[in-house]
């Protein structure tokens, strides 16, 4: 593909999708760095626009996960979810109080594999399917994956003292 | 009872937000100017490591299959430490990949900014292909002025395209400093090197018409040549001889030559044209390109090979005649006279031109009517513009001549001059900003890379500098704001214009 088709789909690509990936990223990092993380994210897909998939969307967060990644561990910070969007300052609100945190704090003392899968559904709006892609994992493995991941989170919200209802089957959490 | 994903969508801390710009990723995407300068791949991957890897396996099973891998990753890192710790001497000139590039492929034909390095690039393989030996002498043949410094100042990378009737030819990028030669890139020009120091310089702002170039010592020999982009194939060019010419040149004594294209350019050598002849000009180019279709250009000024890029006319005397005093405009010349020498008029208006034609015609002062304005600078302290009025309005459109007018208006005060667009080198006129200091500003023509000033102030010169001051040209304009901490003079001395391929620059009338 030529060089200027190669950035002319990206444009494309970049209009369509550059809110989501920064969104993604602004509910995991610092605003400076979640804009960071995005270029990055669109400088991959450009070097590798021949590779994105019709639904890019999965593709490019699953990118935006590596990026972050590196990103993690080149820095070395781990700084707990509640700190990381507060951080955030003027996109993060606050209508729930307390239950709002508490619900917080348990998504973060889940494994970085629960809570993503999690937050990339519940956040970032996945259905399982896109999910699976995201995660790059079988749609089978997400189900039983997000069935155990409900389960520990509504286990953590009770051991904060917030109730919550642990009802689904892995088929359910596909559903 | 609500669900728990439900509740956890609830408490989004991100609902939705705005798209970032996509400048970063130009930005980014162009960074690697010197890498792509010095050959290093560009498929997307650093290092031939993939941004997403790959799926791994298990330790024992990857074993002794990973160890090549894991000795070229350790070659892979000494390399990389020497390259970032080694000499940096064919490294771009400062400032020239930390800048924010102008965003975005293709040219913005609304500033009249230059393109960015990518949509340089991506209608120009030669730009593209790894350096060789012949390319990093060309980048120190096109080297141009002494610095403040006492440096040499090097374009951003180039490519020696070929030789032709053993003229050197040469593709030469330089990034475009936002505040002369200190502010951060914020695009990119190119220019096409031909001929030997002091003449046979030439400007190429993306030619479509082709252009002349001639030795000048030794046995004496012209070539007509044209840049072209990606795809094309062949050029065509139709000569005409001028009717009021004597001893017109016919390349090969033909009407119509076709040439094909090779590293983007277009050459057609003639063995010998006769000093004092006119040179035949070309007056339709047509382009065949590789997808079979083709595309003919019959007016020079009007044909832009890319949204917003400027056409290159053709036909250029040497610098040092076209810069002599008294060697100008001053009964008018013909639009296609300045829309040549002055990249400005070569874009279409824009909001700023129009608020500036609305100042100038409000000027009764003014000498003439202004038929086309240009703002050169738009800064918040002064608008500086050009006009263009014709001296013969009754005239048919062919024959009408024009002068060039540059005109300063004062935005907090709403005070305007005007001067005339002479040629030659000039001192700088200034916009006073009151107390404040001034806007000291130049406008020059389009093959005038740099000027240096050297400012003369006694007491309280504040920000003034006491050495040369080297300013890149931008968009036909370099300036200096001036900024004195007291009540002081100052003047400006010693003003020298830098054209690329000549190491001596041209210097004002004392």
């Known amino acids: ?175 | 009872m609500t669900d728990l994903l439900d509740r956890l969508a609830d408490v989004n801390p991100v609902p939705r937000c705005d798209p970032p710009s996509i400048d970063d990723v130009w930005r980014k995407l162009d960074a690697p100017a010197d890498e792509l300068a010095e050959g290093l791949p560009h498929d997307g991957r650093v290092g031939g490591r993939s941004p997403i890897p790959t799926r791994r396996g298990g330790l024992l099973r990857r074993g002794v299959r990973t160890l090549p891998a894991l000795a070229g990753v350790a070659v892979c890192l000494v390399v990389v430490i020497v390259a970032v710790t080694g000499p940096r001497s064919h490294r771009a000139p400062s400032g020239g990949g930390g800048g924010a590039v102008h965003s975005g492929p293709g040219w913005n034909a609304t500033d009249g900014r230059g393109p960015s390095l990518s949509a340089l690039m991506a209608h120009f393989a030669v730009l593209r292909r790894p350096p060789t030996a012949a390319d990093r002498a060309a980048r120190r043949e096109n080297a141009f002025g002494v610095g403040t410094a006492g440096k040499t100042e090097y374009p951003t990378f180039a490519r020696h395209a070929g030789d032709a009737n053993g003229i050197p030819i040469d593709f030469v990028v330089d990034a475009d400093h936002r505040h002369g030669a200190t502010g951060p890139v914020v695009s990119y020009s190119m220019s096409i090197g031909a001929g030997e120091e002091g003449l046979n310089y030439i400007e190429g702002n993306y030619t479509i018409f082709p252009t002349v170039v001639s030795t000048a010592s030794g046995p004496q020999s012209s070539e007509y040549l044209s840049a072209v982009p990606d795809g094309v194939r062949t050029v065509t060019w139709r000569f005409a001889c001028p009717t009021s010419a004597r001893g017109c040149v016919l390349p090969a004594g033909r009407h119509t030559v076709s040439v094909p294209v090779r590293h983007n350019l277009a050459v057609y050598a003639v063995p010998r044209l006769n000093p004092g002849t006119f040179d035949a000009d070309a007056v339709s180019v047509t382009w065949d390109r590789d997808d079979g279709t083709s595309t003919t250009f019959t007016d020079q000024n009007t044909a832009v090979p890319f949204a917003g890029a400027p056409a290159q006319p053709a036909g250029r005397t040497a610098p040092a005649q076209r810069y002599a005093a008294g060697n100008g405009p001053s009964a008018g010349e013909p639009l296609t006279y300045w829309r040549s020498r002055y990249g400005v008029f070569r874009r279409p208006q824009d909001a700023r031109d129009r608020l500036a034609v609305a100042k100038a015609e409000s000027a009764k002062t003014a000498p003439f009517v202004p038929s086309l304005t240009r703002v050169v600078l738009d800064t918040d302290h002064a608008l500086v513009f050009i006009t263009l009025g014709s001296v013969n309005p009754a005239a048919g459109v062919a024959d009408r001549r024009y002068v060039a007018t540059v005109w300063a208006a004062a935005l907090p005060t709403g005070s305007m001059q005007w001067n005339d667009l002479t040629p030659g080198v000039q001192q700088p006129s200034d916009v006073i900003l009151g107390s404040t200091g001034s806007i000291d500003y130049s406008v020059v023509p389009d093959d005038v890379t740099k000027v240096s000033w050297q400012y003369k102030c006694t007491g309280g010169c504040g920000e003034i500098p006491s050495s040369p001051l080297m300013l890149r040209a931008h968009s036909n304009v370099a300036y200096f704001i001036a900024t004195p901490s007291g009540n002081t003079s100052w003047s400006v001395a010693n003003v020298a214009w830098y054209l690329r391929g000549r190491t001596k620059p041209l210097r004002a009338e004392p």
């Not at chain 1, 610092?30 to 995005?38: G, I, L, N, Q, R």
């Not at chain 1, 590196?70 to 509640?82: E, F, H, I, K, S």
């Not at chain 1, 990339?120 to 994992?137: F, K, Q, V, Y």
């Open chain 1, 1 to 175: 593909m030529r060089d200027v088709d190669r950035r002319r789909q990206l444009e494309l690509l970049f209009d369509e999708h550059a809110a989501a990936v920064r969104a993604y990223a602004l509910r995991r990092i610092d605003p400076a760095s979640a804009d960071d993380t995005v270029s990055e994210v669109f400088v991959v897909a450009c070097r590798r626009i021949d590779e994105v998939p019709a639904d890019a969307l999965p593709w490019l967060l699953a990118c935006a996960r590596r990026v972050l990644a590196n990103q993690y561990r080149g820095a070395r910070r781990r700084v707990a979810l509640v700190d990381r969007l507060s951080v955030a300052g003027d996109v993060v609100t606050r209508p729930d109080g307390e239950d709002r945190e508490a619900l917080l704090r348990a998504l973060d003392s889940l494994s970085e594999g629960d809570r993503e899968l999690l937050m990339m559904i519940a956040w970032e709006g996945l259905d399982p399917a896109r999910a699976a892609a995201a995660l790059e994992c079988s749609r089978a493995t997400l189900a039983v994956r997000l069935h155990r991941a409900r389960r520990r989170l509504g286990a953590a919200l009770e051991e904060v003292g917030v109730s919550s209802p642990i009802t689904s089957t892995p088929m359910e959490a596909v559903k």
